[in-house]
């Protein structure tokens, strides 16, 4: 089934440490996103792609960063993980005045 | 890019239709509305979008009026199912990437 699989689907991690959350789409679709989603906050932008090879700051891009080599994966990464960061991330991508397209989500823990 | 305002929360009775109306008053021309259902533990999903007047399909209709300041999403005859968030989403025409979600609204739906 086309889509976006995100994983892992959940983690729990130290502080201090590094972690990638991957992210994969098989629509072809141009853009992608990352957005964190915490309890009373909704849905908080952290990084954009429009296309591989390019990558645009959201609302909150502090503590992560992220890549597009190629158009399919757009993994976002903690360098050092925060408690703060303890948060559900969810994947996304579109394609130009087309709607998002939602993964499952990754739970992440940082204890 | 156009803020979005939205009602916290919502309580709705089985059978009745429900208007979650959406405020973004600063929307440009090209920018066109989308709304999204968010079920717990899943991520969001496109239901509807529309650039002005009224929109209809299998599962809501989405009203613009004339000044598009506003938009109104309604669900005919609520079930238990359709307890959910809905958000509201303002797209920039012809352009990708800086999307950013409001904090949507909590819809409660009671027998």
């Known amino acids: 089934i086309a889509g976006i699989t995100q994983a892992p689907t959940s983690q729990i991690l130290a502080a201090g440490r590094r972690m990638t959350l991957r992210c994969t789409q098989d629509?072809?679709?141009?853009?992608m996103y990352w957005y964190r989603q915490d309890l009373g906050l909704g849905l908080r932008l952290i990084h954009y792609?429009?296309?591989?090879?390019?990558?645009g700051k959201g609302e909150v891009p502090d503590g992560y960063s992220v890549s597009r080599a190629n158009t399919d994966d757009f993994p976002l990464t903690l360098a050092s993980a925060v408690p703060s960061q303890t948060s559900v991330y969810f994947c996304?991508?579109?394609?130009?005045?087309?709607?998002?397209?939602f993964g499952n989500g990754t739970r992440l823990t940082v204890t | 890019l156009a803020k979005t305002t939205q009602p916290i929360s919502m309580d709705s009775y089985e059978g009745q239709e429900v208007n979650i109306t959406c405020s973004h008053n600063?929307?440009?021309?090209?920018?066109?509305i989308t709304w999204y259902q968010q079920f717990p533990s899943q991520g969001p999903r496109f239901i509807i979008q529309?650039?002005?007047t009224k929109v209809t399909n299998e599962v809501a209709s989405l009203f613009i009026p004339a000044d598009r300041k506003s938009s109104t999403l309604s669900l005919p005859r609520v079930s238990l199912s359709d307890t959910a968030v809905y958000y509201c989403?303002?797209?920039?025409?012809?352009?990708?990437?800086?999307?950013?979600f409001g904090k949507g609204t909590k819809l409660s739906v009671k027998p």
């Open positions: 996304a991508s579109s394609d130009l005045n087309s709607p998002l397209h």
């Open positions: 792609s429009n296309t591989a090879g390019t990558t």
């Open positions: 629509m072809r679709h141009n853009a």
């Open positions: 989403l303002v797209v920039p025409g012809g352009s990708q990437g800086n999307l950013i």
């Open positions: 529309g650039y002005k």
């Open positions: 600063n929307i440009a021309t090209n920018d066109y």
